[in-house]
């Protein structure tokens, strides 16, 4: 470690992203590390958040915390949604400044970009086309975030860096089983066939569309990575209105080879029925992952892998047994 070690603020420590970026901070030796609970710091609280970064001399963000939520959720409270993020990520970053925090990495979702963007979908997409109307609010929210950190940048001459990831998934995920997305989703569902002796699982939509998926410790590694390279080489590969970069694997896969695998992690030997009465979504969502590749950096989470370890959490730490 350095000699002079920063003190890093974790916003939403106890999300799944959060907790493995704390997670990831530890592994590397990080020891000044601030969290915060919501109780202790409600970060719709302006007044609260500008006494929080003059009193706690906060040196680096990591500005995971966020109002998130599947479909439904997205299509029952819109107005929390873009509200709730918006607020959120004002507050945050506006007092980051002020308090003189120069590194703020703000972490988006990959549901930024157009409905019907080129695949795979490049960071210059965003903004060229009408977004997924089913969430977007927080579309917009996570936007409005992205900017905000490039025109802090632009005016005051700060060091705010966006992320966008994939489809993530991993230990604290949701696994509830209607508000979950699709990886929680099917692992329940299968786990739950083999306790109940099920022999067939239905899985929503035709199975054919594709889908990437990243482990959140890639994520939260691809984020301490992005955050420790130098104000150079961060904006050799980003332009002032278009900083933020993708992170994925680059790599996709059916929803029907998707479940197949998660069938055989669970171990569950029955029938697969792809229930095409439900809905498909986009055919394919995949980013383009160049500028991550330029940065030098590149996943280590296989798919099956990080399955099988989510599996295992998933039995060790929930009560459906």
């Known amino acids: 470690m350095a000699e002079q070690e920063p003190r ?32 202790e710091l409600d970060l719709l609280d302006q007044q609260a958040v500008n006494a929080f ?41 506006h ?40 969430n977007e609010p927080y579309a917009i929210a996570k936007i409005a975030g992205i900017k905000l950190c490039e025109s802090y940048n632009r005016q005051h001459g700060t060091d705010y860096r966006s992320v966008m990831p994939t489809n993530l998934y991993g230990p604290y995920d949701n696994f509830h089983p209607e508000n979950s997305h699709v990886i929680p989703g099917l692992i329940r569902r299968f786990h739950e066939a083999v306790r109940n002796g099920d022999e067939e699982v239905v899985i929503w939509g035709s199975g054919q569309p594709r889908r990437e998926f990243l482990h959140v410790d890639d994520m939260a590694a691809a984020s301490v990575y992005v955050m420790t390279l130098s104000k150079e080489a961060w904006q050799a590969q980003v ?14 896969c059916t929803i029907q080879e998707l479940a197949e695998t998660i069938q055989w992690v669970v171990g569950h030997e029955g029938r697969l029925v792809f229930d095409t ?16 590749k330029r940065v030098g950096w590149h996943p ?12 295992a959490w998933f039995v060790k730490n929930t009560m459906v047994h």
């Open 277 to 292: 009465s439900r809905p498909d979504g986009a055919p394919r969502k995949l980013l383009d992952v160049a500028r991550l």
């Open 239 to 252: 332009e002032p209105m278009c900083s933020h970069i993708n992170v994925g694997t680059g790599e996709d």
């Open 95 to 134: 007092a980051a400044y002020k308090a003189g925090v120069e590194k703020l990495l703000f972490l988006g979702s990959s549901c930024i970009y157009p409905r019907d963007a080129a695949q795979p979908m490049a960071e210059e997409a965003l903004l060229t086309g009408p977004l997924e109307p089913t």
């Open 53 to 93: 970064f003059q009193s706690e001399r906060i040196d680096q963000v990591y500005l995971a915390a966020a109002k998130v939520g599947g479909i439904r959720a997205n299509s029952t409270y819109p107005a929390h949604f873009v509200h709730d993020n918006l607020v959120i990520e004002t507050n945050v970053i």
């Open 8 to 39: 890093i603020f974790v916003a939403g420590h106890r999300g799944m992203v959060g907790r493995a970026i704390v997670r990831r901070l530890e592994a590397l030796g990080y020891t000044d590390i601030i969290t915060r609970t919501r109780d």
């Open 300 to 311: 280590s989470v296989k798919l099956i892998d990080g399955l099988t370890d989510v599996y």
